[in-house]
């Protein structure tokens, strides 16, 4: 059988492109889970990226954030208002157990976790029976295929080669369809090479302190002699600080960094910073304090939240919906994380901002009890300004009544 296609004489002929294990493409090594980079000769697996601190702390900080937040299951009117369901069939699963073995934070925080190490994104099977969801189970890598179409992008899911329903899929996925482990590996690759060289350079001496220089004329035995015990007294953990002592005209010629070596940690810091803006993180976050400042970190908490957290809370968001609800609930059922959560300021910070909103009429007090986690109190219903009114008036009395 020939490896050419039959063309006619005018056209060229050309051979079929050839994929295999002796010269994988990227498409085959992510296909066994293996990230390889282009500069700095490192080949990463989506574990091996984790072990380089500034990735794994940006995975944390986002996956931790994500899935510490409260889930509601509301109800959405013509008007947009959203009315809460605490009773809504799907909502302990994300809050309670997703199975026996899974609990709602960890299903949350492992999807966003496996949408930011892989490609393939965050999958979680609903298992459902007589259409009521029983389950949800995330399976480990590998387990659940998913198949794109090229034209529409719409998936196919096979679990062990039998296709399942794509509305029993929650499925989370990183933008441009690819993780940051893949769409930035290089500069991943370049801090996890670094930190290598510094276990290297700090653990077992990559780069030697100096050089012995022994005069011509002294034999092979003398010199091995010499380099042996040059070592015992002057090599160990204890060896630091003695006296070095050398014979028959040998030198000690001590070797001194150069300007790349005496900044190696600011080409670390570089790397963190780099790793910060792969994953959207504020550097401050993945404590690079550098240029931190009270004001400057307290609005890089707020872009954290903007610009970070936000787009993965409305996918996240998106993912459930879809596949938690009946396609009759879709239509005004919407999944929501609370984001006061994260936007809570100090408690007299908050006593303030809640106090000038009473004072305002935005909220009444029932309502800022209620950020605080208090009960409703009676008469708390009534919009008053605290600061002048201590009883409502008679038209405030009119209008509530």
């Not at 005069?215 to 600080?241: I, N």
């Not at 307290?298 to 610009?307: D, P």
Request: proline share 7%.
């Amino acid at each position: 059988m020939s490896w050419f296609r039959r063309t006619p004489p005018d056209e060229p002929t050309i051979a079929p492109e050839a994929k295999g294990l002796a010269t994988p493409d990227d498409d085959l090594y992510a296909l066994f889970g293996i990230v390889p980079t282009a500069t700095s000769g490192i080949v990463l697996t989506p574990e091996a990226a984790l072990k380089v601190p500034a990735v794994g702390s940006a995975i944390r900080v986002i996956s931790e954030a994500v899935a510490t937040l409260d889930v509601h299951v509301k109800r959405i009117d013509a008007a947009g208002n959203e009315t809460p369901l605490p009773g809504h069939p799907a909502l302990p699963f994300l809050r309670d157990a997703a199975n026996d073995w899974t609990s709602g934070f960890e299903l949350i925080r492992d999807l966003v976790i496996d949408a930011l190490s892989s490609d393939v994104g965050g999958l979680a099977h609903v298992n459902r029976v007589r259409g009521e969801v029983q389950e949800i189970v995330r399976y480990q890598r590998g387990i659940v295929s998913v198949d794109f179409d090229t034209a529409t992008g719409e998936p196919t899911y096979k679990i062990d080669g039998d296709i399942q329903p794509a509305r029993d899929f929650i499925h989370l996925r990183s933008p441009f369809g690819r993780s940051p482990l893949t769409l930035y590996r290089d500069a991943i690759g370049t801090a996890a090479a670094l930190d290598r060289h510094a276990a290297r350079l700090f653990g077992r001496g990559a780069r030697p302190s100096g050089a012995l220089k022994f005069p011509k004329g002294m034999g092979e035995d003398s010199v091995r002699k010499a380099r042996a015990a040059w070592r015992a007294t002057h090599e160990g953990d204890d060896a630091g600080g003695r006296t070095a002592i050398l014979y028959d005209g040998a030198e000690f010629d001590p070797f001194t960094f150069n300007s790349t070596d005496a900044q190696f940690l600011e080409n670390r810091k570089f790397q963190v910073l780099e790793v910060a803006r792969a994953f959207r993180v504020p550097p401050t976050m993945l404590f690079e304090l550098d240029r931190a400042t009270w004001s400057n970190t307290e609005q890089m908490g707020v872009e954290f939240l903007s610009y970070c957290l936000e787009p993965w809370l409305r996918a996240a968001e998106g993912a459930f919906r879809r596949a938690l609800f009946t396609p009759e609930e879709r239509a005004d059922h919407a999944v929501r994380f609370d984001r006061d959560d994260l936007t809570r300021a100090d408690l007299s910070t908050r006593s303030t901002v809640i106090n000038s909103l009473i004072a305002a009429q935005v909220i009444n007090p029932n309502e800022g009890r209620g950020w605080l986690g208090l009960p409703p109190r009676a008469g708390g219903e009534t919009f008053v300004n605290p600061n002048i009114q201590t009883a409502p008036t008679d038209a405030q009395k009119g209008t509530d009544g």
